[in-house]
Nanobody, 125 residues
């Protein structure tokens, strides 16, 4: 069974940076497209970024383009989300998610079947 553990969240001032990590186990990470999603209080979970299985293609929601970078190290079974120039509106619980094996990369929640427990990111103004 695919398991993921997110880390790297915390409290940061606006304009600061954080790097989230997602360590996967129970699978070969290179078989899965990976995504980051977030959920703010009172809001639905939303797409943030995704990366294809080999890391050749990346996708971002408009609000984070130019500030966030998704990457992966399949040898380490780990996916990263580098977040720069953070804003208070980035405050949310961030979730790492894996697609089914050999599935296409998608920005839709329905394309991801394996979810981590989430890590809190709080950006103060």
């Amino acid at each position: 069974q695919v398991q993921r553990v997110e880390s790297g969240g915390g409290l940061v001032q606006a304009g600061g940076s954080l790097r989230l990590s997602c360590a996967a186990s129970g699978t070969t990470l290179s078989r899965h497209a990976m995504g980051w999603f977030r959920q703010a209080p009172g809001k639905e979970r939303e797409f943030v970024a995704a990366i294809s299985r080999a890391g050749m293609s990346t996708y971002y929601t408009d609000s984070v383009k130019g500030r966030f970078t998704i990457s992966r190290d399949n040898a380490k079974n780990t996916v990263y989300l580098q977040m720069n120039s953070l804003k208070p509106e980035d405050t949310a619980v961030y979730y790492c998610a894996a697609s089914p094996p050999d599935y296409r990369t998608t920005t839709s929640l329905s394309g991801y079947h394996y979810w981590g427990q989430g890590t809190q990111v709080t950006v103060s103004s």
